[in-house]
């Protein structure tokens, strides 16, 4: 199993990022693919959820209404865009696939952003 995430950087308030996420290995077209955060001294936290086919999606609190998770199973490949960002939007951000909705199984080395005027 491979997950290779990449697009992150340095982003000014209110900016836009897009991250994508190469993934190779597994059935993608099977699995739930998530998007994670982590910020230093804290925990893995969850941003977004898409399943298998596309129809289904969740976000987290923070990020519902300014972050946007799509796939495309013929590319094996998961992105997340993320607009009007914040600063609190900084931290290391992870691409992970799960056999449920509940939690991820298994996650990439992860990209950095990072959002500072």
């Known amino acids: 199993v491979q997950l290779v995430e990449s697009g992150g950087g340095l982003a000014q308030p209110g900016g836009s990022l897009r991250l994508s996420c190469a993934a190779s290995g597994f059935a993608f077209s099977s699995y739930y693919m998530y998007w994670l955060r982590q910020t230093p001294g804290k925990e893995r936290d969850f941003v977004a959820i898409i399943g298998p086919t596309g129809l289904y999606t969740r976000y987290d609190d923070s990020v519902r209404g300014r972050f946007t998770i799509s796939r495309d199973n013929a590319k094996n490949a998961l992105w997340l865009q993320m607009n009007s960002l914040t600063p609190e939007d900084t931290g290391v951000y992870y691409c992970?696939?799960?056999?449920?909705?509940?939690?991820?199984?298994?996650w990439g080395q992860g990209t950095q952003v990072t959002v500072t005027v």
């Open positions: 992970g696939l799960g056999v449920t909705h509940r939690e991820p199984d298994y």
